[in-house]
């Protein structure tokens, strides 16, 4: 499957492309790194695997190494509907003020992505490109949200 691969070899370049937007708009701190772009880049990335967890699981199964029996697809197209409503959680919130429940949404992405990691890592062939694209993928958003956790605890 190619969007994983694409979207995380990008990511940098959908960083920048946000910093020139706000450059554009009269910004000129640009040393500034927000949690509003962490949102819109992992809504953007869940919202694409959440529509293609419900509408063609089998394939994306397939293509990270996995078997697939012939009744996987309504639990696979459940867990796309999951992820498409954390696509429109984080997208909904991402211009919100520091709050204790944005606090609170950090720290739940975070508690759901390392036992996802740690499932990728003990379950999955680890010989899967697309797997260790969606393992680079967990290890930043962990990365990238813990930092923003710690960041603001104190405020």
Do not use: C
């Not at 979207?7 to 959908?14: A, N, Q, S, V």
């Not at 992405?109 to 036992?115: A, D, E, R």
């Not at 694209?133 to 967990?138: E, R, V």
């Amino acid at each position: 499957m190619i969007i994983v691969p694409v979207f995380y070899g990008h990511f940098t370049i959908i960083l920048r492309s946000l910093y020139q937007y706000n450059y554009l708009k009269g910004e000129k701190n640009m040393s500034k790194f927000e949690l509003k772009y962490v949102f819109i880049i992992h809504s953007i990335i869940a919202f694409i695997f959440g529509l293609g967890f419900i509408f063609i699981p089998n394939t994306i199964i397939n293509s990270m190494g996995l078997p697939t029996p012939a009744d996987i697809g309504e639990p696979i197209r459940f867990y796309g509907a999951m992820i498409f409503g954390l696509a429109i959680l984080l997208f909904g919130i991402r211009n919100e003020p520091h709050s204790s429940m944005r606090q609170f949404i950090l720290l739940s992405i975070i508690g759901s992505f390392i036992p996802q990691l740690i499932f990728h890592l003990l379950f999955h062939p680890l010989t899967n490109f697309m797997v260790w694209n969606i393992i680079g993928l967990d290890v930043i958003f962990i990365t990238l949200y813990g930092y923003f956790f710690i960041k603001n605890r104190g405020k």
